[in-house]
Each structure stands twice: as structure tokens, then as C-alpha cells.
């Protein structure tokens, strides 16, 4: 989920029972199709709240879609208004008033997760405009009939992101490569992964590269550590360089700036062996040696869609969740230095995810120890279930809102808790967009 949660205030519980009523909550569904008030297209004019500009990966990322969205559509320039570098505060609330009041906005688009909670806030104010809250997670239970979340399947390109890193894992074991200092005392290989929060978006996608990895070379481990923000260019390379002096082999990364490939091309060419996973953005400018692939969003897809949905006079759904099925993600252009046979393996993945023959998460691919149950009960409340052999048999998720300003966990909306294990595979972003995939497996390390 992107960016870190604004405090929840009181008034906002109070906004919450004037604007949007006592209705029962929606159920958590993406199918939901009964938010977001549509205005008719001769009225559309669309209001962009944005936490970052074209500097940052994340936002250019969004940035992108849009316009393919425009072009798409033939939306003149006039209909779209951008609203940059606006922080994770009341300014954005402020931002969506003065696009409503001001410019004549009929629908609101934020793309940080930050954004959020003040996003509700204007929907409770403004109910016939239509909110969507990019990377949100609790627009079903809000109460809001204007108010929608939106997110990609990107855990499904960071896994296919994975398999290029491990064909270059498999590659360089062979070649010899792999030394004694690139190894833990298990024998397994380092590799090293650059996140930004212990959220559930960067514990799914982590976790979703290691298991695309280890499809390809299972003996591998991983260290993660977090820099506790989205975008800092320092901080990402400072973290990529201790993974090198560690060991590590293979750096990934849930970080916005080209701060860690390009910590990696450095070593690269001072001789360490040593190579990168991006997001968001091709790294090869950076990283023209290190960079292998980037996994990535492909948000013109959700644009186009909602944007069109306002063009029709319909609503858009209340979550919205989409992944290689509908190419609305992607890794980026594999670099020279991929292995032999990468494109063909790619390709095989992407048409294994397409038809359901490989699920990210499926249960058989990983195994949660003891330690690891009490972590994950700890980190997200979830409770584990495994067999004998430390496979997972049943996790159950409380998808409910709390705010955690005030130290201990103030319920805010209250929502299903749900069986998140289906058909032998955690079913993520199944019964919301945004991702809720918190467990901590065996073979991956957070250290702080």
C-alpha cells in the first residue's frame, strides 16, 4: 500500500456517520460494482492527486497511464488536471476541494495510499462526486457509495521478476561464480531485497519475487530490511551496498528511486558480482550492466477503464484488481547480462500465470515455521494454520480498518474476516484490490 497511513481522526468517525449514513457495510468484493457516482460524459472532468511528480518512478509510472488513458479516449488536456507533489496530509483534502469547487472536478483520482484516509473525507462531503483512492484498502467497508480502491496483481510481475533472478542465480552457479562469501552458513545463496515499509503490499511482492526465484534456484535465502520511506535515493543505495559488502548476489528492491541499481552497477564494475531487480521503471540507464528486469504496473489499463466507466455514465467498481490476464503488469526490458533462455522462461511463466497452472502463493512452494506463525500473528494479526511438514492449510484475515495512532489498534470500519487459503493457494487481492498477503515464510529474513 503506498505511502505511510495518515492518522485517522476522531472527526473523521463523525463525517463517516453524517455523509455516508448507517448503512451496513459492502461486502469485500472486487466484483463490487456499486461505487463511485458517475457523472455523465458531457460533464466529466477528471481531478489527479499525485504525492510525487515525473522525478519519482512511482508517480511518472501513474503519470504514463493517464495520458495513455487520454489518448485512449480522446480526452482533451482541459478535462485532466494535475495535482502534484501533494503530501500525505489535509493538503490533499484541501487539493480535492479546491478540484471540485474550483476546476469543476467530477472525479477524483489519488494515487498514494497516504492519501486515503482524506480522500474519504472528501467523498463524505462531496457525494456526487466519484473518489477512487489508488492502493486503498477500505473503500468496501466505508460506507461510502462514491468511494472506490484500486491496485494491480503486481505481485504476479515481481514472481516473474523472481524467475529472472534465478535463471541468473542458476547461470552463475554453474560458471563457478558463486563464492564462498556469497553463501550463508546453510549453503544457501544471498540475495538481498530493499523495501521501503513492513506493509502488506511489500511483504506480498518480497515474498512473490523470492518464490519466482526460488522456482528457478531453491537454494537461495533472502535478507529484507526497510528504509521506512518510498522514495530516498540515499537510503536505498546505502542499504544496496550493505547487502553487497554482505554478500548478496542479487539485490531487488520496493523502493521507488534508481538508488539500489545503480549502488549495484557501481559494485559491478569495481569488480563484485553482483546484480539487480528493479520497480516501476526500466533501470537499464542506471544499471546497464547490473539490471536485469524491473517488475512493474501497467496503470494506463485501470485508467482507461475508470475513465471510460465515467465517459458511459456507470460507476466504477468499489475494487479493482487486475493483473497479467487484462496486462496490467509487466517486467520491464530484460538487460544484456540475463541468462541464456530468459525470454523463452518468461513467456512460459506468463502464460502459466494467464491460465491458472501456476499460482503465485501456492501453498506446496513454501513452508512457515513455528517462529514464523508467532511473527505473522504478531506483525498483521493473521492467524496460520499448517500440516505436519510447515505447508499452510488455513489463514485467516481480518479485513477490517483500525487506526493505530494512539499506540493500540482503534477499530475504524469494521469488515469481514475471510479464509484466505483457496484451492491450495493464498488468495491475494481476491476480496479486495490491495494486498493483505502478510505471512513471513521460511527462507526470507526481515532484519529490521
Not at 193 to 214: D, H
Request: charged share 25%; hydrophobic share 40%.
Amino acid at each position: 500500500m503506498k505511502k505511510l497511513l495518515a492518522l485517522v481522526l476522531a472527526l473523521c468517525m463523525v463525517f463517516v456517520l453524517c455523509a455516508c449514513g448507517t448503512a451496513e457495510p459492502q461486502a469485500e468484493t472486487s466484483d463490487a460494482e456499486d461505487s463511485a457516482a458517475a457523472a455523465p460524459s458531457s460533464d466529466v472532468k477528471i481531478g489527479v492527486i499525485l504525492v510525487g511528480d515525473e522525478t519519482e518512478g512511482y508517480t511518472l509510472a501513474h503519470m504514463e497511464g493517464i495520458e495513455e488513458a487520454m489518448d485512449a479516449l480522446d480526452l482533451a488536456d482541459d478535462q485532466v488536471i494535475f495535482k502534484k507533489s501533494i503530501p500525505e496530509s489535509s493538503e490533499c483534502y484541501d487539493t480535492a476541494q479546491e478540484l471540485i469547487e474550483s476546476d469543476g472536478c467530477t472525479a477524483i483520482f489519488s494515487n498514494s495510499y497516504g492519501h486515503q484516509n482524506y480522500m474519504v473525507q472528501a467523498a463524505e462531503d462531496y457525494e456526487d462526486v466519484a473518489f477512487v483512492s489508488m492502493t486503498g484498502d477500505f473503500a468496501a467497508i466505508s460506507g461510502c457509495d462514491n468511494f472506490s480502491n484500486a491496485f494491480t496483481n503486481v505481485y504476479e510481475s515481481r514472481y516473474v521478476s523472481g524467475v529472472v533472478a534465478g535463471l541468473k542465480l542458476q547461470e552463475l552457479d554453474k560458471a563457478g561464480e558463486i563464492k564462498d562469501k556469497n553463501k550463508n552458513a546453510d549453503g544457501t545463496v544471498k540475495v538481498g531485497y530493499v523495501g521501503a515499509f513492513n506493509y502488506a503490499e511489500v511483504v506480498s511482492g518480497y515474498t512473490a519475487f523470492y518464490l519466482g526465484l526460488t522456482s528457478i534456484y531453491p537454494n537461495a535465502s533472502m535478507e529484507v530490511d526497510y528504509t521506512n520511506s518510498w522514495f530516498d535515493v540515499d537510503k536505498e543505495a546505502a542499504m544496496a551496498e550493505k547487502f553487497i559488502s554482505d554478500g548478496c548476489i542479487i539485490i531487488s528492491q520496493h523502493a521507488d528511486s534508481t538508488g539500489a541499481p545503480s549502488a549495484c552497477q557501481k559494485a559491478l564494475k569495481d569488480g563484485t558480482t553482483v546484480y539487480s531487480v528493479g520497480y516501476n521503471v526500466d533501470m537499464l540507464e542506471v544499471a546497464p550492466d547490473a539490471a536485469l528486469t524491473s517488475a512493474g504496473n501497467v496503470w494506463g489499463v485501470y485508467y482507461t477503464y475508470a475513465f471510460q466507466q465515467l465517459l458511459d455514465g456507470k460507476p466504477i467498481k468499489t475494487d479493482w484488481a487486475e493483473g497479467y490476464n487484462e496486462d496490467a503488469v509487466r517486467i520491464t526490458e530484460l538487460g544484456d547480462s540475463c541468462a541464456e533462455g530468459t525470454e523463452e522462461k518468461v513467456e512460459e511463466v506468463i502464460a502459466g500465470l494467464k491460465d491458472g497452472s501456476i499460482q503465485v502463493f501456492d501453498t506446496d512452494s513454501f513452508t512457515v515455521s513455528e517462529e514464523n506463525i508467532a511473527l505473522t500473528k504478531e506483525k498483521s494479526g493473521a492467524v496460520v494454520t499448517t500440516d505436519a511438514d510447515g505447508h499452510v492449510t488455513s489463514v485467516k484475515e481480518d479485513l477490517s480498518y483500525f487506526d493505530f495512532s494512539s499506540g493500540a489498534p482503534e477499530l475504524v470500519y469494521e469488515g469481514k474476516t475471510i479464509e484466505a487459503i483457496k484451492d491450495g493457494a493464498f488468495a491475494e487481492s481476491d476480496a479486495r484490490s490491495a494486498p493483505y498477503f502478510n505471512l513471513r515464510i521460511d527462507g526470507i529474513t526481515e532484519l529490521s
